[in-house]
């Protein structure tokens, strides 16, 4: 019965960059762990002992993003310096600025909405007819349809845990953790958008993909929390702007 009762359920689908060569060198040992998250999205992905391998790599990471913090530190004081006598530089300067809400390299403070998601705290023995236990856990497609829906809300910056992401971010399951930017976490799964709470809260509920999730939640428990934080703080975002898989169309 409890089988037939589940059957309703809908299916869920499984600026720098050439003007300093420091930064590029920086950015180049923070990332090149993430550079493998970046290639697919494979839920269910069987790669040995990766999640090990990115733990025992998270304070490399850290360390060489910290690095990268100080390099750029410096090049954006040497920059402020030679503007005033540079009309280039100035130009540049002016360009940048104007971009860093967009790429997300500079630290942002205001109103936001979070949502977690949680897999469910309790699974049934024996399982209900037709459902797996797949079902009672989050999936990747599940944290990335809510942040489509934050950012298709008007979303200006976004927090992904404790890391600063953009458009072009990319996430993976290898288990059931999750890799973001060479790092690895375990539900519950936290996102912060920041922007208006309204228009963000209408995009979530206007979302067919979270709309799915959702049923999920009525249905199996899995964990669905959405609250608004009035004053927020969100640091820069510290991974690579530069899109290394894709290419302009011919």
């Given at each position: 019965?409890?089988?037939?009762?589940?059957?309703?359920?809908?299916?869920?689908?499984?600026?720098?960059?050439?003007?300093?060569?420091?930064?590029?060198?920086?950015?180049?040992?923070?990332?090149?762990?993430?550079?493998?998250?970046?290639?697919?999205?494979?839920?269910?992905?069987?790669g040995g002992d990766l999640p090990g391998l990115i733990r025992a790599e998270t304070r490399q990471n850290t360390l060489a993003g910290q690095k990268l913090q100080r390099v750029q530190s410096e090049v954006d004081r040497?920059?402020?310096?030679?503007?005033?006598?540079?009309?280039?530089?100035?130009?540049?300067?002016?360009?940048?600025?104007?971009?860093?809400?967009?790429?997300?390299?500079?630290?942002?403070?205001?109103?936001?909405?979070?949502?977690?998601?949680?897999?469910?705290?309790?699974?049934?023995?024996?399982?209900?007819?037709?459902?797996?236990?797949?079902?009672?856990?989050?999936?990747?497609?599940?944290?990335?349809?809510?942040?489509?829906?934050?950012?298709?809300?008007?979303?200006?910056?976004?927090?992904?845990?404790?890391?600063?992401?953009?458009?072009?971010?990319?996430?993976?399951?290898?288990?059931?953790?999750?890799?973001?930017?060479?790092?690895?976490?375990?539900?519950?799964?936290?996102?912060?958008?920041?922007?208006?709470?309204?228009?963000?809260?209408?995009?979530?509920?206007?979302?067919?993909?979270?709309?799915?999730?959702?049923?999920?939640?009525?249905?199996?428990?899995?964990?669905?929390?959405?609250?608004?934080?009035?004053?927020?703080?969100?640091?820069?975002?510290?991974?690579?702007?530069?899109?290394?898989?894709?290419?302009?169309?011919?």
């Amino acid at each position: 019965m409890v089988g037939q009762q589940l059957t309703w359920l809908t299916r869920r689908p499984t600026f720098w960059s050439a003007a300093v060569p420091l930064v590029a060198v920086a950015a180049g040992v923070l990332f090149a762990t993430s550079a493998t998250t970046a290639k697919g999205t494979d839920l269910r992905s069987s790669g040995g002992d990766l999640p090990g391998l990115i733990r025992a790599e998270t304070r490399q990471n850290t360390l060489a993003g910290q690095k990268l913090q100080r390099v750029q530190s410096e090049v954006d004081r040497l920059s402020s310096q030679q503007a005033p006598g540079d009309l280039r530089v100035t130009q540049l300067t002016r360009k940048a600025d104007s971009l860093a809400l967009a790429a997300g390299t500079q630290p942002v403070r205001g109103a936001a909405l979070e949502v977690s998601l949680d897999d469910a705290k309790i699974v049934p023995d024996p399982l209900p007819d037709g459902i797996s236990l797949d079902s009672y856990v989050v999936h990747q497609q599940d944290v990335q349809a809510v942040v489509n829906a934050l950012w298709k809300g008007g979303a200006e910056a976004m927090m992904l845990m404790d890391q600063r992401v953009i458009s072009t971010s990319a996430v993976r399951c290898v288990g059931n953790t999750l890799i973001l930017q060479g790092r690895v976490y375990s539900p519950p799964y936290r996102i912060r958008a920041m922007g208006d709470p309204q228009a963000l809260q209408q995009a979530l509920d206007a979302s067919r993909t979270v709309g799915i999730y959702r049923e999920y939640v009525d249905a199996l428990g899995l964990g669905y929390d959405v609250k608004t934080l009035p004053d927020v703080t969100f640091p820069a975002y510290a991974g690579s702007t530069a899109l290394q898989y894709a290419r302009a169309g011919a």
